[in-house]
């Protein structure tokens, strides 16, 4: 019987594609070498704040104007508290990863690392030599419309080493290199422009980000929306919709620590109605011709829909919106519309396995485009270790009870798929997936 041990054999190797997060473009370009371990792991943590918070820890040693070794020692206080939280599972991961402690010698002594850590510095760190270790082929991290004004095309193509600009990079190097382009970031009443969306489409954008924190704004805002949606389409982008924030909690945090502070709650399950009539909406709309470029007429596309991927804060919709997602639905783009990653709170064992059930049972999982990051952080990256451990127990667990089939033939190729291929077609706007055809590479050994 296939066990996880072999499931995760075939997975863990696999190339990272991270296509949205909320990298630091510019200090990606400026690939500087990192500060100390606070400053990466810590300090602009909205996750690890929040914790810290909870743990009745002061705001001037969170955001305050503490110095760097009391905040170390209150975030130090903290961590052991939080066995149960993902935080937890994460930071030993980012710290295996880092070298700062042997997860196997400490195996059995989960509190010996924690106390052992110290805020060494990480001088010998550059991001380009993470995204490498880490083997990232694609991120996208989220820029604002007006964040990349002043862009020139000449400025298009720069290496990451050579510390300037904004632009889609390639990290370089001897063995690997990593695409980096920005991805688009709007709310869902923000007016962009066509100009600024062929600035995103000369960055080589793949992918538009839009917030929709109450879903009755999908048709307050339509026509807004619906420009950006069929830019996307015709231009081959995925639109992210990221729906049900509840963003403005505590007046007081949000006044101490700023709009990411990490205070922000889940709305209500999101109204399904309201998503399907923008989604359809968008599909009604038929475009035969694009005023604006030129790429359209090399891409046409049938309908202003494009690749959707629908993230609910609140679990509590992920039934209904991967049902949803199966009505929408376009002849050669398998998922075209579905159910996206655990987002955000949802983002822990829990809330990924309830991802992974709801496309199972309601959709077909083997389309699912499975993980990304979503963070700020570069350590962020062992989440996709994280999600490809997760869901290996996940199946194991599945053909344990003869729910699934101990059969590589079919399991492999359905695992690579959610772990790397899928996320990787529709970065490359690869439409045509032959089933068939994958099934016999992955079987040839
Ligand atoms: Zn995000």
């Known amino acids: 019987m296939i066990d996880y041990e072999t499931l995760y054999s075939w997975v863990k190797g696999l190339p990272i594609v991270d296509w949205h997060n909320h990298l630091d473009m510019k200090a990606l370009a400026e690939d500087r070498p990192l500060g100390s371990l606070y400053e990466v792991?810590?300090?602009?943590?909205?996750?690890?704040?929040?914790?810290?918070?909870?743990?009745?820890?002061?705001?001037?040693?969170?955001?305050?104007?503490?110095?760097?070794?009391?905040?170390?020692?209150?975030?130090?206080?903290?961590l052991p508290k939080l066995v149960g939280n993902s935080l937890f599972a994460w930071a030993k991961m980012e710290m295996?990863?880092?070298?700062?402690?042997?997860?196997?010698?400490?195996?059995?002594?989960?509190?010996?690392?924690?106390?052992?850590?110290?805020?060494v510095s990480l001088a010998e760190w550059t991001p380009s030599k993470m995204l490498k270790k880490f083997g990232v082929e694609y991120l996208s991290p989220c820029v604002g419309a007006g964040e990349l004004?002043?862009?020139?095309?000449?400025d298009l193509g720069l290496q990451f080493s050579s510390g300037e600009g904004l632009a889609p990079s390639e990290v370089r190097s001897p063995k690997s290199s990593c695409r980096v382009a920005p991805s688009l970031?709007?709310?869902?009443?923000?007016?962009?422009?066509?100009?600024?969306?062929?600035?995103?489409?000369?960055?080589?954008?793949?992918?538009v980000d839009v917030s929709v924190d109450d879903v009755s704004q999908l048709s307050a805002f339509n026509s807004q929306l619906s420009t950006v949606a069929a830019y996307a389409a015709a231009h081959g982008w995925t639109m992210l919709l990221h729906l049900g924030a509840l963003r403005e909690t505590s007046a007081r945090l949000r006044a101490a620590a700023g709009p990411v502070g990490g205070f922000a709650g889940m709305r209500a399950p999101v109204d399904t109605a309201a998503v399907a009539a923008f989604l359809n909406s968008l599909e009604e709309e038929h475009n035969s011709t694009c005023s604006t470029c030129s790429t359209w007429l090399n891409n046409p596309v049938q309908n202003s829909l494009p690749r959707t991927i629908l993230m609910s804060l609140n679990p509590e919709a992920h039934a209904a919106l991967a049902v949803l997602a199966g009505s929408f639905v376009e002849e050669g783009v398998p998922g075209k519309v579905q159910l996206g990653p655990a987002w955000w709170w949802c983002d822990h064992e829990e809330g990924i396995r309830d991802v992974l059930e709801k496309n199972a049972a309601y959709g077909v999982l083997s389309t699912f485009v499975g993980m990304t990051t979503d963070s700020r952080s570069l350590l962020s990256f062992v989440r996709h270790d994280y999600f490809r451990r997760?869901?290996?127990?996940?199946?194991?667990?599945?053909?344990?009870?003869?729910?699934?089939?101990?059969?590589?033939?079919?399991?492999r190729p359905m695992l690579e798929n959610i772990c790397y291929k899928n996320a990787h077609d529709m970065i490359n706007h690869v439409e045509q997936v032959d089933h068939v055809e994958s099934l016999n590479v992955s079987t040839r050994s």
């Open 185 to 207: 970031r709007m709310n869902a009443g923000d007016e962009i422009s066509v100009e600024a969306l062929e600035r995103f489409q000369s960055a080589d954008c793949r992918v």
């Open 41 to 78: 792991w810590v300090k602009t943590d909205p996750y690890k704040h929040r914790a810290m918070r909870i743990c009745g820890e002061s705001e001037r040693v969170i955001t305050g104007d503490a110095g760097e070794d009391e905040r170390w020692a209150a975030w130090m206080r903290t």
């Open 390 to 411: 997760l869901i290996c127990k996940w199946v194991a667990e599945k053909v344990a009870s003869g729910a699934f089939p101990s059969d590589e033939s079919l399991l």
């Open 96 to 119: 295996d990863w880092l070298g700062l402690f042997n997860a196997e010698a400490q195996s059995s002594r989960e509190g010996t690392w924690i106390r052992e850590l110290k805020n």
């Open 149 to 154: 004004i002043g862009l020139k095309t000449s």
